[in-house]
T-cell receptor, first 111, second 115 residues
């Protein structure tokens, strides 16, 4: 079992719709959870971080964390073509500082 | 406020050659990380430093790989006797240990191609 799992996609949504990206993780000791956006050929860009159960909103982005079910999700409201990218879920577990990444979900927003 | 910088951005080398990459972290960040990413995968952790101390190394980091951060500022990653399987994007990230949540910010990466 992979430590962090994501659906590889592509997830295709129309412009203006809500995109929902999901991630599950295996280590119950995980403490910090992150979403990175990565455009083709570029490096990952941190867009959201979440540490407590519940929702965290930042502009058009909402991260949701459920530690009991070991999943993290990212909602993107009013999706734009410029949101088309790969979204990487990453986790920090236990006393370690390294990020453990999923393979990413490719999002395509079409006009 | 400048971000993480990496040099070179691209490196093409022949199998068996040695290569060295440099990373300059965000100035106030004392933690520095190296990751490697291949096509279609998320980044994989290689090693990290807090100040000048190398605190963790991945099993992925064979004895051909060595990383240094001599003065706790910039870091270098050297790959000796490169192999075609070393072709990847090498990413550097930095963070501030004074923050509880350890948000890591990535540089633009160095893309290595081994012929």
């Amino acid at each position: 079992q992979k430590e962090v799992e994501q659906n590889s996609g592509p997830l295709s949504v129309p412009e203006g719709a809500i995109a929902s990206l999901n991630c599950t993780y295996s280590d119950r000791g995980s403490q910090s959870f992150f979403w990175y956006r990565q455009y083709s050929g570029k490096s990952p860009e941190l867009i959201m971080s979440i540490y407590s159960n519940g929702d965290k909103e930042d502009g058009r982005f909402t991260a949701q964390l459920n530690k009991a079910s070991q999943y993290v999700s990212l909602l993107i409201r009013d999706s734009q073509p410029s949101d088309s990218a790969t979204y990487l879920c990453a986790v920090i577990s236990g006393g370690y500082n390294k990020l453990i990444f999923g393979a990413g979900t490719r999002l395509a927003v079409h006009p | 406020d400048t971000g993480v910088s990496q040099n070179p951005r691209h490196k093409i080398t022949k199998r068996g050659q040695n290569v060295t990459f440099r990373c300059d972290p965000i100035s106030e960040h004392n933690r520095l990380y190296w990751y490697r990413q291949t096509l279609g995968q998320g980044p994989e952790f290689l090693t990290y430093f807090q100040n000048e101390a190398q605190l963790e190394k991945s099993r992925l980091l064979s004895d051909r790989f060595s990383a240094e951060r001599p003065k706790g500022s910039f870091s270098t990653l050297e790959i000796q006797r490169t192999e075609q399987g070393d072709s990847a994007m090498y990413l550097c990230a930095s963070s501030d240990s004074g923050t509880y949540y350890n948000e890591q910010f990535f540089g633009p990466g160095t893309r290595l191609t081994v012929l």
